[in-house]
């Protein structure tokens, strides 16, 4: 499976952005897809994970009720809709996807990584 997010910006606090990841392989469907984000100078965290094959999602608390997770298998492509931007979302983004990791994944349960996407929310 291969991973390339899109999306990006810069943006001013309070706005909206929606992210998007591609994927490639005809396995995309088996694998629970998920965001994390890593701002400078900060590890990489987990943002938000959706489940194969029900749709269940999980979410980081710094981004429940502002950001939404979907995923479309027929696209093979998973989205992130990020309204009510702060600046402290600034990060470089990158889609994730994992076989055999549920619910908030660890870093390392993830079987593939998308390259990043920057996303820059100013004040």
């Known amino acids: 499976v291969q991973l390339q997010a899109s999306g990006g910006g810069l943006v001013q606090a309070g706005d909206s952005l929606r992210l998007s990841c591609a994927a490639s392989?005809?396995?995309?469907?088996?694998?629970?897809t998920g965001w994390f984000r890593q701002a400078p100078g900060k590890e990489r965290e987990f943002v938000t994970n959706i489940m194969r094959p029900a749709g269940s999602t999980w979410y980081a608390d710094s981004v429940k009720g502002r950001f939404t997770i979907s995923r479309d298998n027929a696209k093979n492509s998973v989205y992130l809709q990020m309204n009510s931007l702060k600046p402290e979302d600034t990060a470089v983004y990158y889609c994730?996807?994992?076989?055999?990791?549920?619910?908030?994944?660890?870093?390392?349960?993830?079987?593939?990584w998308g390259k990043g996407t920057q996303v820059t929310v100013s004040s």
């Open positions: 392989g005809r396995t995309f469907s088996t694998y629970n």
């Open positions: 994730a996807a994992s076989r055999n990791y549920a619910g908030i994944l660890p870093l390392e349960g993830i079987d593939f």
